[in-house]
């Protein structure tokens, strides 16, 4: 079993900068790879980005991709997602998600999922 808890969401001004973090648990962790998604209000769930379980491949989202940075910290069972020059358009509820399967693009696959954090990006 993996519990995912995601920190870091809050209300951010246009060009300014966020840093989540997503902290896991359980004995089996470092073995999936780890994604974030976002949900805005009226929208489906959408794939932002995701690292394999290595930490050496990394995938985003073509609206989010040279602006957003995934990481991982195995010592620390943290999955973090540094979001900067954020728009309006970013704003959603992101989660992180944990998936065995290697298809980091399709939400289906994901085995376990975070509560989400608001992120808020005012105009």
């Known amino acids: 079993q993996v519990q995912l808890v995601e920190s870091g969401g809050g209300l951010v001004q246009a060009g300014g900068s966020l840093r989540l973090s997503c902290a896991g648990s359980g004995r089996t962790f470092s073995r999936y790879a780890m994604g974030w998604f976002r949900q805005a209000p009226g929208r489906e769930r959408e794939f932002v980005a995701a690292i394999g379980w290595t930490g050496d491949t990394t995938y985003y989202a073509d609206s989010v991709k040279g602006r957003f940075t995934i990481s991982r910290d195995y010592a620390k069972n943290t999955i973090d997602l540094q979001m900067n020059s954020l728009k309006p358009e970013d704003t959603a509820v992101y989660y992180c998600?944990?998936?065995?399967?290697?298809?980091?693009?399709?939400?289906?696959?994901?085995?376990?999922w975070g509560q989400g954090t608001q992120v808020t990006v005012s105009s």
């Open positions: 998600a944990a998936t065995y399967s290697g298809n980091y693009y399709n939400i289906d696959l994901y085995d376990y």
